[in-house]
């Protein structure tokens, strides 16, 4: 007989107290096709990292890598067909969906995805308070399009080419009345839009949330920016906490989770993937450098998460890192995970 105890009451202010359950997942990623094809690739240790795909940066902007420039300029993680998109499907113009950015489209497609894969008809969401939460950082398709001037501008573009538009397309499509926003923390933004989902859940502002990250490197000055930058592998490898490490590579991609409390979640009888207990953000605030990493400040969100979560710092057995493979932010990510979860960690 299950403890009732043990699961979040409804608050004073009408949301839910305690852990949120992840109920449904979609992606699509370098060499992965959707979440099996990508377990498959993580468990064979197989490597997803290519040279561009022919055409897509020439065909995109007219610009490629500059010549002699280091393989690791010419290498990344890439997606299959981002041009292609069922525009009927999903009600929309063959006209709108050109003037539609690919990661417009993308969300779209894993949104639905991640429903089905929870069991939700799309349709029954209609008028529901579902909140959609996406992160990213890039607006290459605008760039993309203000190439060719004025006579490529429509009456479609200003939605089509709108970051905060790829949270609302996925709202309007299903007629979702929870909040719907894009969210740009550089290269946090799909924890930040996980963690935000949460928390409107447990503030009662929505009932299920949508919450997504998307990704894609259209353009090829995106990676001369990151090269010039210093922060790109100029071999092309990406050696994450190794004394090696000399920058990361490139990569894209969408993924997509459908959360709800977790004590629905069970009384639903839904399949669960997992349960988020807690989360928390900061900012470094004043550091050497603007993109360097603080170790105090990394130290106190790791400790406000596990103190939200309820979880002892002491039992962790597993974390996943952000990892950049630079020599700048590794060791302080690492400094701050020994200070607070043990020295032996």
Request: charged residues 20%.
């Given at each position: ?21 992840v ?12 979440p ?5 690739l ?7 990292i290519?040279?561009v ?22 290498r990344?993680?890439f997606l ?11 009600g929309i ?9 690919p990661?417009q ?22 008028g ?12 290459d ?5 203000y ?47 996980v ?14 949330a ?6 894609l490197?259209?353009?090829a ?11 790109l592998s ?11 490490a000399?920058?990361f ?31 928390a ?19 106190r ?5 596990y ?5 002892d ?12 493979g ?10 701050a ?9």
């Amino acid at each position: 007989m299950t403890n009732q105890s043990h699961f979040p009451r409804a608050t004073e202010r009408g949301g839910h107290e305690g852990p949120i359950a992840v109920v449904g997942v979609s992606c699509r990623l370098p060499g992965a096709a959707g979440p099996a094809a990508f377990w498959e690739l993580l468990s064979t240790g197989s490597d997803a990292i290519t040279g561009v795909p022919e055409g897509r940066w020439r065909a995109a902007s007219g610009a490629e890598a500059p010549e002699g420039t280091e393989p690791g300029m010419r290498r990344g993680g890439f997606l299959d067909s981002v041009d292609t998109f069922d525009a009927a499907f999903f009600g929309i113009s063959p006209r709108e969906a050109v003037a539609m950015g690919p990661q417009q489209r993308l969300v779209l497609e894993l949104a639905w995805e991640a429903l089905e894969d929870a069991a939700v008809r799309p349709a029954a969401l209609r008028g529901s308070r579902t909140a959609v939460f996406v992160g990213t950082l890039r607006d290459d398709y605008a760039a993309l399009l203000y190439q060719y001037g004025d006579r490529a501008i429509t009456q479609h573009s200003m939605a089509g080419i709108n970051r905060g538009v790829i949270a609302n397309r996925v709202s309007y499509h299903l007629g979702l009345h929870g909040p719907s926003m894009t969210v740009d923390s550089a290269q946090s933004s799909s924890l930040v839009a996980v963690h935000l989902a949460c928390e409107s859940l447990r503030a009662g502002e929505c009932d299920t949330a949508i919450a997504a990250g998307v990704n894609l490197s259209i353009l090829a000055e995106g990676a001369v920016t990151e090269e010039r930058f210093g922060g790109l592998s100029p071999d092309g490898t990406t050696y994450a906490f190794d004394a090696r490490a000399n920058g990361f590579v490139r990569g894209e991609g969408g993924a997509v989770v459908v959360l709800k409390p977790l004590a629905r979640a069970v009384a639903d009888g839904d399949r669960i993937y997992g349960v988020v207990r807690g989360s928390a953000v900061n900012n470094d605030g004043v550091t050497s450098g603007l993109t360097v990493p603080g170790q105090s400040s990394q130290e106190r969100v790791l400790r406000e998460a596990y103190a939200k979560a309820g979880v002892d710092p002491a039992a962790v057995q597993y974390v996943e890192l952000h990892g950049t493979g630079t020599p700048v932010g590794d060791p302080v990510e690492a400094a701050a995970l020994g200070a607070v979860l043990g020295a032996g960690s």
